[in-house]
T-cell receptor
Framework: KQEVTQIPAALSVPEGENLVLNCSFT??????LQWFRQDPGKGLTSLLL?????REQTSGRLNASLDKSSGRSTLYIAASQPGDSATYLC?????????FGAGTRLTVKP | GAGVSQSPSNKVTEKGKDVELRCDPI?????LYWYRQSLGQGLEFLIY????????KSGLPSDRFSAERTGGSVSTLTIQRTQQEDSAVYLC????????????FGPGTRLTVL
C-alpha cells in the first residue's frame, strides 16, 4: 500500500526559529508533490508544488525540496512567525489520485 | 479572479436522508477533485474528474457515494442514505489540467449527520 508519512506530528517553536517539516512517500512514480497549510475551520491553501523533474521550489520564507530516489520531501520555514501556526500537509500526486500525509501541527510562540 | 466555490458551506441532515454537495471549479480548469476530512483524521481522496469523466472511482467510500460532472464544469457529490460516519468536511479542488498542475481548493462543505 502506498503511503505518505509526515514527521513530526506536532511541533512547537519560538518565534524566529528556522524549522524543517518532513514528508516521506512510497510511490516512486509520482507526478508531483504539493505542500499545503490548513488553518482551523478553513480549506487548504497551496504553498508549493514541486514537479517530479524538479528538486526544489522556493516562495518567500518557504523552501520545499524533493528527492524521488529516497522518497522524501522537506518543507523549510525560515524565521518562523506566529502567523505560520497551522497544520502543514504534504501530498503526492499519482496518475489518477492523490495521497495526503496526516499533517504536522505547527505552533509558533510569540 | 474567482476561486473554487462550494455549496452549501454547512449541511446538517438526519441519518438516512440523501444530500447533494456542489463544487464550482475555477473557470477553465479541466481537472476536479473531491476529498473529505473526517474529525481527527487526515485528508482522504475520493474521486478525480478529467473533463466529465472519472477514470477511477475506487476511492469512493461506499456505493452510497456518487459523483458527476457535467459540461466540464460544476460537479456534484451525492451521498444517499447518509450515515453518521459520513459526517466530515468535504473539500473540492480544481487544477488547469491533469496531475502535473497545482490544485486550488474550495472552502469545503461541513456535513453533519445526526
Amino acid at each position: 500500500k502506498q503511503e505518505v508519512t509526515q514527521i513530526p506530528a506536532a511541533l512547537s517553536v519560538p518565534e524566529g526559529e528556522n524549522l524543517v517539516l518532513n514528508c516521506s512517500f512510497t510511490d516512486s512514480a509520482i507526478y508531483n508533490l504539493q505542500w499545503f497549510r490548513q488553518d482551523p475551520g478553513k480549506g487548504l491553501t497551496s504553498l508549493l508544488l514541486i514537479q517530479s523533474s524538479q528538486r526544489e521550489q522556493t516562495s518567500g520564507r518557504l523552501n520545499a525540496s524533493l528527492d524521488k530516489s529516497s522518497g522524501r520531501s522537506t518543507l523549510y520555514i525560515a524565521a518562523s512567525q506566529p502567523g505560520d501556526s497551522a497544520t502543514y500537509l504534504c501530498a503526492e500526486v499519482g496518475n489518477n489520485d492523490m495521497r495526503f500525509g496526516a499533517g504536522t501541527r505547527l505552533t509558533v510562540k510569540p | 479572479g474567482a476561486g473554487v466555490s462550494q455549496s452549501p458551506s454547512n449541511k446538517v441532515t438526519e441519518k438516512g436522508k440523501d444530500v447533494e454537495l456542489r463544487c464550482d471549479p475555477i473557470s477553465g480548469h479541466t481537472a476536479l477533485y473531491w476529498y473529505r476530512q473526517s474529525l481527527g483524521q487526515g485528508l482522504e481522496f475520493l474521486i478525480y474528474f478529467q473533463g466529465n469523466s472519472a477514470p477511477d472511482k475506487s476511492g469512493l467510500p461506499s456505493d452510497r457515494f456518487s459523483a458527476e460532472r457535467t459540461g466540464g464544469s460544476v460537479s456534484t457529490l451525492t451521498i444517499q442514505r447518509t450515515q453518521q460516519e459520513d459526517s466530515a468536511v468535504y473539500l473540492c479542488a480544481s487544477s488547469p489540467s491533469g496531475a502535473d498542475n497545482e490544485q486550488f481548493f474550495g472552502p469545503g462543505t461541513r456535513l453533519t449527520v445526526l
